[in-house]
């Protein structure tokens, strides 16, 4: 039996943007569901929001069964974790967004075992290990779209 692929897609501190609409719909592509965090600080005043940008990310996504949108509060590995996700999707703007979320892949992989996809909000500048490209065909993920040409 094939094993339901869910990547979580942390939005915490950061509007929802049009590239993070790019990143999700392009990870729709690899992953069988995504869920979509949108986190809880009450020491950032961008948490405020919280209904504000679930409900502005249900008015882009809420058709689509693959997508669901939950707030948390503990660290982003945890919530994962708690909802039962296989993977981290990221999004990247710049290459020092890329080497950050590298970074943080790194840690997430050791404290948890979760693996990361970072997806440039730029389709052409994305990024896939191979070693993930292999996993994810494996379970018969297209991954044409995460590849340079």
């Known amino acids: 039996m094939k094993m ?10 950061n ?3 049009l590239g993070h609409q790019s990143v999700v ?5 690899i992953f069988d569901r995504i869920v979509i965090g949108v986190g809880i600080n009450a020491q950032k ?4 929001d919280v209904e504000e940008r679930v409900a502005a990310i249900l008015d882009v ?3 689509d069964p693959r997508i669901e949108v939950e707030a ?3 660290l982003t590995w945890q919530a994962a974790r708690r909802m039962g996700c296989t993977h981290l999707l990221r999004g990247a703007r710049t290459v020092a967004d890329f080497e950050y979320e590298r970074t943080m892949a ?4 050791n404290l948890s075992g979760l693996e990361t996809v970072i997806l440039f909000t730029l389709p052409e500048h994305s990024f896939i290990s191979s070693s993930l ?17």
């Open 4 to 13: 339901e692929r869910i990547a979580f897609f942390a939005g915490s501190f």
């Open 15 to 17: 509007p929802f943007t």
């Open 25 to 29: 719909e392009r990870g729709l592509r």
């Open 45 to 48: 005043l961008a948490a405020v």
């Open 61 to 63: 996504f809420g058709d």
């Open 72 to 74: 948390y509060s503990e």
């Open 106 to 109: 790194d840690a997430n992989r």
């Open 133 to 149: 490209v292999r996993d994810l065909e494996s379970h018969g993920a297209d991954t044409s779209e995460l590849l340079p040409r």
